[in-house]
């Protein structure tokens, strides 16, 4: 089924299982196989736009659900809903396994800004529907890694409805292990950060730019967005409605179903983030990082060429006419995905990944580079500071002409862009 753009309901940038098992498939743009596309987009013949999701590496919960009806959560839906929880509730760990803010902060070389940056900066975190665990959630994670408290009465953590006031949106399982990965990824990057949290009051295109307009104009610097689906022709007026603010660096998931390119990553406003698979390593750095993929597509982050977005002047790759996903990148693979404490849509402690959590995590490198030009387009930073990133040169997210669009390799590449991050030198005008 041809999903259209117009009537959009988003899905998180996806949620597997685990890497071997597969995930849920976003909704893709023509790059993508016609197989892959048809899977992206049959959950539901009414919704027409697809969203990205973390990913739990428990086997039988995924922390959002599949595409949805324009009216809400349906009843099959619910039932689904139910089971997952259940088989959360048997199989959340009690204790954290996944990578924690002192892995994060050592792999991208942040510890030292993570301890002397990032107070008063606002990272905001837009997503759709409401968790109302989500500042106690917040808390455990803080509590557990020993860092500072964030909380609504101190005035680091702000949660707010699309308008900017408190009449919070329908109450979603699903989104609100979204919002958990979010929350938790922000504070494991720039623990001195204050949050926002901005819950639109659905998944479609105009209540999440709504959300992401009032995340601006409650002053955050830095917004971060993980979610995506098929590009249209009516990107260039999501563009203008939403995503061009200079002077705030805006990121975008790239999608976890393999190559092809989403919307809003392709949006030349914003930093489109992909994502890799990261490991301890004995080298000099510590670790080691690939792309999150394989040759055969289906999983993994999200890239290639767009079809609706003109080529930014910062980006130069020759083998795309257009704006290439994705710009940088950070560790997504749910094989080697992130701790996140999620007591509403799960039951605790578990093992997330996708490039919901890469997002995230690039955004708060942002903050903890400083607050950007008042004119500047924050997305183009790292191509005047490629030295200052650790460059991916090795995986594969898919096949594709020209190569670089779906493999890794010295320099800029689509699944990984420019590389990680080697401290925040790449993330300043």
Known sequence: MRIHHHA?????AVLALTAAAGLAVAGLGAAVPAHAASTARTHHQHVSWARSCAVPKKRGYMA???????GGTTATSKAANRASRLSANATAAATPSGYGPTDIQSAYNLASAA???????TVAIVDAMDDPNAESDLAAYRSQYGLPACTSASGCFTKVDQSGGTSYPTADSGWA???????????????????????A???????LGTAVNEAVSLGASFVSNSYGGSESSSDATYDNSYFNHPGVAITASAGDAGYGVEYPAASPYVTAVGGTSLSA???????????????????????GCSQYSAKPSWQTDTGCSGRTVADVSAVADPATGVAVYDTYGASGWNVYGGTSASSPIIASVYA????????????????????SLYDVTSGANGTCSPS??????????GPTGLGTPDGTAAFTG
């Open 8 to 12: 959009a309901r988003a899905r998180r």
């Open 64 to 70: 959002c659900n599949a595409l949805r009806v324009t």
């Open 115 to 121: 301890a002397s940056s990032g107070s008063g900066q």
């Open 177 to 199: 292990g979204e919002i958990s990965l979010d929350l938790d990824m922000v504070s494991a990057t720039c623990p001195n950060c204050n949050i926002t949290l901005v819950e």
């Open 201 to 207: 009051n659905s998944a479609s295109m105009d209540d």
């Open 281 to 303: 390593d004995s080298s000099s750095r510590g670790w080691t990082e690939s792309v999150w993929g394989t040759s055969a597509g289906g999983n993994g982050t999200g890239s």
């Open 368 to 387: 903890l580079a400083g607050t950007p030009g008042s004119s500047t387009t924050p997305a183009s930073d790292a191509y005047a500071n490629t030295s």
């Open 404 to 413: 670089y669009l779906c493999n890794a390799g010295a320099g800029y590449d």
